[in-house]
């Protein structure tokens, strides 16, 4: 037994805590273990070691069942809500994950500090550490999740296939050794043949996935997938899989308890990604038969018993669309991101079943009580950017509304209007989940709460998800993971496409006219509150009085079109002041004009009446980069505009100084800026060294995730101003090619 585990262990006996220790020992013959009888002394109170949204979910559900709850925090999440939710919180490290979230030492020594009884890893982090959890046990402490070795056998992913494949459940071709020599991957590459995909043995989320098309890019994407699962889990070991070039992830939640007992609650279909990460999950998944249902259900809990497994865990497969055969592809040992989605159809508290379970009590229900209730969505909202191929974004949320809950509607989040988006961490703001009596009335309420998401301050991937819950065979439930590739065309702003722009810009113009008279309502309004209980001045009245003409003033607002990619629009807009107390926008002299009435409804809620029509607006405003950023809501539509201000610069809530356009637009011809804030983890040229378009120049990392930046053009390298290690703002100097 390790030290740390000794002192715990002795910490715990001397504050005589009401622990129960279990001692398991495994049957090889059955696979499932012997455990003791229920415990008596139920969990009083619980450490989540997690953060975000996932530790507040958690803590939700403690504090219902009237158990204690303690948070852990690195120094980033100092002020965040899962701190701000719990009752006790201890720091336990800086901000680098591996430093905090990581170190099951500073969790350990959190647990012992507290008081804590019992463990809850969330997900990601040490949530499938066997290490961790055999830590837990042996130090008396109840790790909420299944035993050490089911993770320990299920979280190396090329031992889980051998495990799989003796209990009968159908697996992809692949190799899954331990030799990870570079010439004999390659070599076990070509026996199974590209397109293949690379994964880590352990780990989830996407992270170190690459998909190889053929040899000769085989050696980078293996070097680079070992990097980023070293980075994300600290275990760098990969396997290697026939790539199905049109498959659906679909995964089973299943649910076991330390009588033996094991049920699945159906499934939810995974296959809409980005990045190869989820962004769009549902239960059940659509479009199977009852007959395939039950087959995909039943071999989840074959292989959940193959492992002695209890508490919750998700058996994830691949399923040939053009065949309509299901294959292993692994199992996720904890709670999932998307087991929301799965509690709305069947009416149950996962968390809780976690903590009873954990407590030594049986599963509540058996398979044949399992209801299925309707339709969910989940919809994950993060902060990136999706013309920039999703990458992640940093910054400060200076707008968070997100929309009101209820029975049919959940917002799962971590953060709070003022918060900042860390490049530490994952760029996830929240998830939005709905439910339905079906997939139809479901994915109406989805489409309607995504209109409703109000995010501003940082690049957000809502108005990407809007159209991907309005695409007509997302509709239909026609789904795949190669979804977003195949539809690109609809779901990109396409610059070829000269009507698409014009649209956009018209759409653009009619919200700018909206944001001019709000704008002005709001100016009065400040007028007028400074300036109470003075004598009211005619000229400030609302509308102002002028002689012989109507008060005016000139507003420019910037907007960015996708449909173009390049540059801003400068939209010109005369606000004139009418005697009714409305407002004429004017945009030019052979534009028609637009009447605007104004009536303010709160800070930044207004009645808008214009061209006919009657509606609710939300204005959003903020300092940034030397400009003021407007963003404005109204019906399906979302916009954002710039009005230059007189600043320089401007400082966020982090204290990172951000340049103006103008100083970003001041580099030589040439130059390549960093697409993201991030760590540079490598640099593979040196300065004047020539390079071919395309050729990868330096890996950057933000938030786990690896981005390659490659020359844009061919030519010799100059003024390289970065090196590994080396922490680096969105759009500084990368490097200048020299053609």
Known sequence: MSMTAWALRRNVRR?????????ISGSASSGRA?????????????????????ACRIMRTAKRLGIQTVAVYSDADRDSLHV???????????????????????????AARTGAQAIHPGYGFLSESSDFAQLCEDSGLTFIGPPASAIRDMGDKSASKRIMGDAGVPLVPGYHGHEQDIDHMKSEAGKIGYPLIIKPTHGGGGKGMRIVESEKDFTDSFLGAQREAAASFGVNTILLEKYITRPRHIEVQ??????????????RDCSVQRRHQKIIEEAPAPNISEKFRTSLGQAAVSAAKAVGYYNAGTVEFIVDTESDQFYFMEMNTRLQVEHPVTEMIVGQDLVEWQIRVANGEPLPITQDEVPLLGHAFEARIYAENVPKGFLPATGVLNHYRPVAVSSSVRVETGVEQGDTVS??????????????????????????????????????????????????????????????????????????????????????????????????????SAWNESNQGKLPSIWHSHPPFRVHHEAKQTIELEWDNECEGAGSNL?????????????????????????????????????????????NVTIAAYLKDGYKHIH????????????????????????????????????????????????????????????????????????????????????????????????????????????
Request: glycine content about 8%.
């Open 571 to 615: 939209i010109s807009l005369c606000v004139i002041n009418q005697s009714d107390g409305s407002y004429l926008i004017q945009e030019g002299n052979d534009s028609p004009s637009l009447d605007v009435r104004v009536t303010r409804a709160g800070n930044c809620e207004f009645r808008v009446e214009a061209a006919g029509l009657s509606m």
């Open 254 to 267: 299943v649910f076991g308890d330390k009588h033996g007992n094991v049920i699945h609650l159906y499934e």
């Open 423 to 524: 490049m530490h961490y994952d760029p996830m703001i929240a998830k939005l989940v709905v439910s339905g009596g079906n997939r139809g009335e479901a994915l109406v309420k989805l489409k309607d709460c995504l209109s409703n998401f109000q995010v501003a301050g940082v690049p957000t991937n809502i108005n990407f998800l809007q159209k991907l819950a309005g695409h007509k065979e997302f509709a239909v439930g026609n789904v795949e993971t190669h979804f977003i590739e195949h539809h690109k065309s609809d779901l990109f702003a396409d610059e070829s496409n000269p009507g698409a722009a014009e649209t956009a810009y018209k759409a653009a113009k009619h919200s700018a006219a909206l944001v001019a008279a709000c704008v002005s309502a709001i100016e009065h």
């Open 84 to 110: 701000k939710s719990a009752d006790e919180a201890v720091r336990i490290g800086p901000p680098p994950a591996r430093l905090s979230y990581l170190s099951g030492a500073a969790i350990m020594e959190a």
């Open 34 to 54: 012997t455990v003791n009888p229920p415990n008596e002394h139920c969990i009083e109170k619980v450490l989540v070691a997690n953060r975000g949204e996932i």
């Open 15 to 23: 504050k005589n805590y009401s622990i129960f220790i279990r001692y």
């Open 632 to 739: 404005i809501w109204h019906g399906s539509e979302h916009h954002q505009f710039k009005q230059k201000v007189g600043i320089e610069f401007s400082e966020d809530e982090g204290g990172v100084q951000h340049r103006t356009s103008s100083e970003t637009s001041s580099h030589p011809p040439g130059t390549v800026v960093a697409p993201m804030a991030g760590l540079v983890v490598k640099v593979l040229v040196e300065n004047e060294a020539k390079v071919d378009q395309g050729q990868p120049v330096l890996v950057m990392e933000a938030m786990k995730m690896e981005h390659v930046v490659k020359a844009p053009s061919s030519g010799s390298i100059q003024d390289l101003k970065v090196k590994a290690g080396q922490q680096v703002s969105d759009g500084s100097a990368l490097f200048r090619i020299k053609g």
